[in-house]
């Protein structure tokens, strides 16, 4: 009867343990992909950046030098995705609107703040890359720029 109980309370503990793992990976995740809407978008190029950083085994000099280059070139797919922007709008407010009938006052009126809240983080984005610009950060344009520029 004394093995019964003991394993019983092992298991216990160790389902215990699984679920609370998972409810806290869960708030982890929630948190970093709340972060990343709500925060900035160079957090991602950032993280690329260093990967590839590891993977090429680059140099702190390469490194200096290259990361001008990502920079500007978050900052070139930020302005087409701003002149892209109006029709991204369209498509969009069409989905939503075609959605909102399915969905309850208070479902939808989070849908609309959860859409200002997409709006709000791409026009800050926009705003960065336009201030790198006037700080004189990507005045030099290499050789083989982009033709949009």
Same mark, same amino acid.
């Given at each position: 009867?004394?093995?019964?109980?003991?394993?019983?309370?092992?298991?216990?503990?160790?389902?215990?343990?699984?679920?609370?793992?998972?409810?806290?990976?869960?708030?982890?995740?929630?948190?970093?992909?709340?972060?990343?809407?709500?925060?900035?978008?160079?957090?991602?190029?950032?993280?690329?950046?260093?990967?590839?950083?590891?993977?090429?085994? %680059? /140099?702190?000099? =390469?490194?200096? @030098?290259?990361?001008?280059?990502?920079?500007? +070139?978050?900052?070139?797919?930020? $302005?087409?995705?701003?002149?892209?922007?109006?029709?991204?709008?369209?498509?969009?407010?069409?989905?939503?609107?075609?959605?909102?009938?399915? %969905? /309850?006052?208070? =479902?939808?009126? @989070?849908?609309?703040?959860?859409?200002?809240? +997409?709006?709000?983080?791409?026009? $800050?984005?926009?705003?960065?890359?336009?201030?790198?610009?006037?700080?004189?950060?990507?005045?030099?344009?290499?050789?083989?720029?982009?033709?949009?520029?």
């Amino acid at each position: 009867m004394k093995k019964w109980r003991f394993w019983l309370g092992l298991i216990t503990l160790f389902i215990s343990g699984v679920a609370i793992g998972a409810a806290g990976t869960a708030i982890y995740i929630e948190h970093r992909i709340k972060h990343a809407l709500e925060g900035d978008a160079s957090i991602l190029t950032s993280r690329m950046f260093k990967k590839l950083s590891r993977e090429l085994r %680059l /140099t702190e000099k =390469q490194r200096a @030098k290259l990361s001008k280059t990502v920079s500007q +070139a978050q900052c070139d797919l930020l $302005r087409v995705r701003a002149r892209s922007q109006p029709e991204i709008d369209r498509i969009i407010n069409y989905y939503i609107n075609l959605i909102k009938p399915e %969905l /309850t006052p208070e =479902q939808q009126q @989070k849908v609309d703040i959860f859409y200002q809240k +997409a709006k709000r983080f791409w026009a $800050r984005q926009e705003a960065k890359c336009q201030g790198q610009e006037m700080d004189g950060v990507d005045r030099e344009k290499p050789e083989n720029s982009p033709p949009h520029r």
